[in-house]
Nanobody, 125 residues
Framework: VQLQASGGGLVQAGGSLRLSCAAS????????MGWFRQAPGKEREFVAA????????VYADSVKGRFTISRDNAKNTVYLQMNSLKPEDTAVYYC???????????????????WGQGTLVTVSS
């Protein structure tokens, strides 16, 4: 699977961005698609994930109520709508695809087999 993330940029606190992750090379039908982020000097952390087949989602507590993950079957693309952005959301955002992960594993980096190149989100105060 090849993953191409896009949509990052510079936004003021309180603003919104929508990230996209286009997938190719393998069906996503049996996958879990996730978004992770990595801020400078910090470890990569889970943001949100969606099970492609049935659409159930999980979120990190830090983004719950502000971010929404969704997918478009026809476009083989997963989105991350980010609202009410805060300076602490500043990071490189990565999308990832995993096959075989169970629900309880969707927050774990090790559950994902393929990673996109990352897109930078900068939130100014």
């Amino acid at each position: 699977v090849q993953l191409q993330a896009s949509g990052g940029g510079l936004v003021q606190a309180g603003g919104s961005l929508r990230l996209s992750c286009a997938a190719s090379g393998r069906t996503l039908r049996n996958s879990v698609m996730g978004w992770f982020r990595q801020a400078p000097g910090k470890e990569r952390e889970f943001v949100a994930a969606i099970r492609w087949s049935i659409g159930n989602t999980v979120y990190a507590d830090s983004v719950k109520g502000r971010f929404t993950i969704s997918r478009d079957n026809a476009k083989n693309t997963v989105y991350l709508q980010m609202n009410s952005l805060k300076p602490e959301d500043t990071a490189v955002y990565y999308c990832a695809a995993g096959y075989g992960a169970i629900l309880s594993e969707m927050r774990l980096i090790r559950a994902y087999d393929y990673w996109g190149q990352g897109t930078l989100v900068t939130v100014s105060s």
